[in-house]
């Protein structure tokens, strides 16, 4: 949500964020923006606090802690930065807003929206998944995918209290994906998840990166 009269900088923003697939709403009334923030979920805010109200907007929003998502503040001038930092700024910009300016911090933001997306995002699939728990190879359907772990469809039960290797190619990719991972839940028709418990730095940036890949297309 951009929070803005200035329709000049709104327009380099929409043309920005739309290119970062960042969807843009604009709210020109800080009172209004802080009703709208009160009933829906946004990623990200930008404030221009040239705007009258907006000190009592930021305000307001921490004492009442309906906003938790990534401010992002334009400034009119560096002497701002302090005070806008204590307001919770996570990004501040100044006036006038300089494309690559804007693009540097948006992208930054971005960045930190998209992972708290992909935290909860899972990607619906259907593929083959083998597990392997002990000396026992489970063949499985699987589901969906988190950064976190697997949902699978199986005709055969899943020991609940051992180690369960998984293994796995992503579509479209090179990638193979073999882990450790605890069973977390299952139900009597043959649905189950599977939580991740071991995974290298590299597999869980690789698996990071296909799913924002997938994210942006599904």
Not at 64 to 92: C, M, Q
Not at 177 to 201: E, N, T, Y
Request: charged content about 25%; some cysteine; hydrophobic content about 40%.
């Amino acid at each position: 949500m951009v929070v803005s009269r200035d329709w000049q900088e709104i327009s380099v923003l929409e043309c920005i964020l739309g290119g970062l697939h960042i969807g843009v709403d604009v709210e020109p009334d800080p009172e209004r923006a802080r009703h709208k923030l009160a009933k829906s979920k946004v990623d990200a805010l930008i404030v221009d606090c040239d705007l009258r109200g907006s000190t009592t907007f930021l305000r307001s929003l921490r004492q009442h802690d309906t906003y938790n998502s990534v401010p992002l503040v334009i400034v009119s001038g560096p002497g701002e930065k302090p005070r806008l930092a204590e307001a919770g700024a996570n990004f501040v910009f100044e006036k006038p807003i300089s494309v690559e300016q804007a693009v540097h911090t948006l992208s930054a933001a971005r960045s930190m929206i998209l992972d708290g997306r992909l935290r909860y995002h899972r990607q619906v699939l259907d593929i083959p998944v083998q597990l392997t728990c002990g000396n026992t190879q489970v063949e499985a359907k699987l589901m969906n995918l988190s950064q976190g772990g697997v949902g699978v469809h199986t005709a055969k039960a899943i020991p609940t209290d051992e180690a369960i290797r998984v293994s796995f190619s992503l579509p479209a990719s090179k990638l193979s994906v073999k882990l450790l991972g605890k069973l977390a839940w299952a139900d009597r028709h043959g649905h189950a998840g599977i939580r991740f418990v071991r995974m290298s730095g590299r597999l869980k940036r690789d698996l990071q990166l296909w799913l924002e890949q997938h994210y942006f297309v599904s």
